[in-house]
């Protein structure tokens, strides 16, 4: 059974960073693309960056030049470095595959931004 395992959240103040991971487990990672979302109160979950398994990166408008996507196939893992973090920005982050059946999406990690 396939396991997401979301880290590195946490409270930071407006203009910081935070570097997420995600590790997977139960599955040939380097076999998709995989993506990270996200879920702001009482908002629907939406994806704000992806990585192909050649590497290509696509990102949501109000993330681009301020996230970086990237992922570790020997690890299993994909990362979301996100820097100039704006309030805007506060939600729970999720990672998983990009398709029509995503697997079980793992508990999260909360991001949150406030001065």
């Known amino acids: 059974q396939v396991q997401l395992v979301e880290s590195g959240g946490g409270l930071v103040q407006p203009g910081g960073s935070l570097r997420l991971s995600c590790a997977a487990s139960g599955t040939i990672f380097r076999f998709f693309t995989m993506a990270w979302y996200r879920q702001a109160p009482g908002q629907q979950r939406e994806l704000v960056a992806s990585?192909?398994?050649?590497?290509?990166?696509n990102y949501v408008d109000s993330v681009k030049g301020r996230f970086t996507i990237s992922r570790d196939d020997a690890k299993s893992t994909v990362y979301l470095q996100t820097n100039s973090l704006k309030p805007e920005d506060t939600a729970v982050y999720y990672c998983?595959?990009?398709?029509?059946?995503?697997?079980?999406w793992g508990q999260g990690t909360q991001v949150t931004v406030s001065s």
């Open positions: 990585i192909t398994t050649g590497g290509i990166t």
């Open positions: 998983n595959r990009v398709t029509i059946v995503p697997f079980s």
